[in-house]
């Protein structure tokens, strides 16, 4: 019988982070999540993906703390039986606002969860990925970080790096056959959009080609892809999941 793939996804108690954990859930990996808050909803992912038959496992960490960084890999190696196959890095906030009234520690918090928590989570996974001599790699971005958004600049420039960080570390560890993506989602159907207006949301709809919203699942199917066979040989590319917003 095929040992389980073993998966680490980091901010996955709801929205596009669950749907994650569950489409590999269903395709028979063992997984462990990050949380930052919401013992309910992370208990929610947990009985979602029990369902089929693997170990799922959810740890309260803070991926813009280095050392929670290290503390969640290393717990998560020794859940996972040693080893970790898929890296999912989804954790990610916004604090949106037209750069004149952006406040310094706005930007500061953007940047340390979305891109120093991706570096972190990386930098620690990698190095027993390189001892395996295997591994996915799977970052996700934005459109933003493509094209950029008025009153989103530090939410822009976290995806952007990134998308910087995405390229380089597949360069690094192609050698090795372990694959780095990023996956870029646009306008998807979250907690984090069903607070913005109405006019807003339609606005935004209308600039999409496919004049509708995409799902968490949709984002989900693009990383069981990557993490999968049919991903094997590909490395250092961003996955825009937009419905076209980014053409």
Known sequence: MEERKKALVTGASRGIGRAICEKLASEGTDIVFSYRSGEEAAA???????????????IKADVSSQEECESLIKEAVDLLGGRIDILVNNAG????????????????????????????????????????????????????????????????????????????????????????????????ETD???????SAKEKVIESIPFKQMGRPEDIAEAVAF??????????????????GMAI
């Open 93 to 188: 906030i916004t604090k949106d606002n037209l750069i004149g009234r952006m406040k310094d520690e706005d930007f500061d918090a953007v940047i340390d969860v979305n891109l120093k928590g991706t570096f972190y989570m990386m930098r620690g996974v990698s190095r027993y990925m390189l001892r395996q001599r295997a591994g996915r790699i799977i970052n996700i971005s934005s459109v933003v970080g493509v094209m950029g958004n008025a009153g989103q600049v530090n939410y822009s420039a976290s995806k952007a790096g990134v998308i910087g960080m995405t390229k380089s570390l597949a360069r690094e560890l192609a050698s090795r056959q372990i694959t780095v993506n990023a996956v870029a989602p646009g306008m998807i």
């Open 44 to 58: 929610e992912t947990i009985r979602l993906c029990s369902k089929y038959g693997v170990e799922v496992h959810g």
């Open 226 to 243: 990557l993490a999968g066979d049919g991903g094997r040989y590909i490395t250092g590319q961003v996955l825009c999941v937009d419905g």
């Open 192 to 198: 984090m959009t069903a607070e913005m207006p109405d």
